[in-house]
């Protein structure tokens, strides 16, 4: 039996099928455990005629990747790319699954982004797959059609969180940072965590209103932006990052991960999905580089100017 959030993804993917509306690249972003595997093998076994069962065991016109060690390897994309230069001895579709996509380095990102931009079949479509979607190289990203499964522990944990009194914001916002309710609880009384929350909001204000970002983190968010505590930062950036990619899912209408702000993402539809692409790139950049050592105030003042 298939789970119920495979299931209704399935039922979309169906309908793109018979509607000829289906696009030649799908990233695949949710918890472990939420799925994301099961759907690309129920479409990839419409696409191909066949059930899930055989298509786990192989398929002729299915090209599987999983990390070798740590990462994707050029050497296994540059697989992908011979293999699919190949005429297929069975017609139809041709399907790739690419799991752990987060996992690429520059070199095998490079390679696959050569490979969607000279499509050798127009019946090719691909899965990418990922646990971490804000590790996934901005180039992949912009060029894939995202669909969010959302992770059973995810849904459990934000209504844990307002059962035992927590506000809809930050339980929708906590999962993000551990997926421990114990922990969460005790984060949700941490007033730093507080402090974090409600100047994300206000950030967020901000960005809505047009106001001036930086006056803004002068006036607000000096307990943030001016300390070296690395966790606060990067507490702010993984809120912001789920902000932008909400921004995105709802012009594509989909299923929002902080819906307390749903009203703001209405309003922020006309945005150009570049400029929030760009926003997300450079938000993005500053949490990888705030794992190095690196001057914070600095890097977020700049920061800040970027996305202005």
Known sequence: ???????????????????????HLYLISGLKGSGKKMLAYNVAAVLLNSDVE?????????????PEGQNIKVSQVESLQEEFTKTSLVDGYRVFILNHVDRLNQSSANRLLKFLEEPVNKQTIGFLLTENIERVIPTILSRSQVVYLAGQDEVELTKKLKEKGVSNLASELLPLLSKDIDELLILAEDENIKMIIDKFKGFTDAI??????WLYVDEHLKELGYTRDK???????????????????IKNNQRVLIVSFIDK?????TMD????????????????????????EMAFSQFIIDIS
């Open 231 to 249: 966790d606060l930062v990067k507490y702010f950036l993984q809120f912001l990052i789920a902000f932008y990619l909400d921004v995105l899912k």
């Open 265 to 269: 993402y209405n309003e922020l539809k």
């Open 273 to 296: 999905s570049n400029i929030i692409q760009e926003k997300l790139e450079k938000t993005q950049e500053l949490l990888e580089k705030i794992n190095y050592n690196v001057n914070i």
């Open 208 to 213: 809505l209103e047009s106001d001036n970002l």
């Open 54 to 66: 055989t298509i786990k065991e192989g398929h002729i016109n299915l090209f599987i990747i999983e």
């Open 1 to 23: 039996m298939k789970d119920e959030r495979v299931q209704n993804k399935l039922n979309l993917f169906q309908q793109a099928i018979k509607n000829n509306r289906l696009s």
